[in-house]
């Protein structure tokens, strides 16, 4: 399973950048998994920054990136690739980006099925992608 983030680069505040992540090497079930982005700044944590997940309705974004940021996905045969819209890119959005699936999910006894979330133990990462970006 190889996951491979690119797109990162060195930028000028209110730039955009569009990152991609290709996932390969087993076929990803797209109806039980969930696929995230990631980033870490130096000296900080790493933080979740969106999830396209297929137990939920809605792309989640982290707060500070919600309306400058979109996640995308596309399938072709067997590959998919998520994007990473980045747009009026701050500062502040610098660092490494990483993505991430779960394909194992999580139990949910209130539901009785398996739910797929970006929030606890992603099963596979990718090596990440340098954002950086000049004020």
């Known amino acids: 399973v190889q996951l491979q983030a690119s797109g990162g680069g060195l930028v000028q505040t209110g730039s955009s950048l569009r990152l991609s992540c290709v996932v390969s090497g087993f076929t990803l079930d797209l109806d039980r998994s969930a696929i995230g982005w990631f980033r870490q700044a130096p000296g900080k944590e790493r933080e979740g920054v969106s999830c396209?997940?297929?137990?939920?309705?809605?792309?989640?974004?982290a707060e500070s990136v919600k309306g400058r940021f979109t996640m995308s996905r596309d399938v072709a045969g067997s590959t998919v690739t998520a994007f990473l819209q980045m747009n009026g890119l701050k500062p502040e959005d610098a660092g490494v980006y990483y993505c991430a699936v779960d394909t194992s999910g999580t139990w949910s006894s209130v539901s009785g099925s398996y739910y797929y979330t970006c929030r606890y133990g992603m099963d596979y990462w990718g090596k990440g992608t340098l954002v950086t970006v000049s004020s």
């Open positions: 396209l997940s297929s137990t939920s309705s809605e792309t989640y974004y």
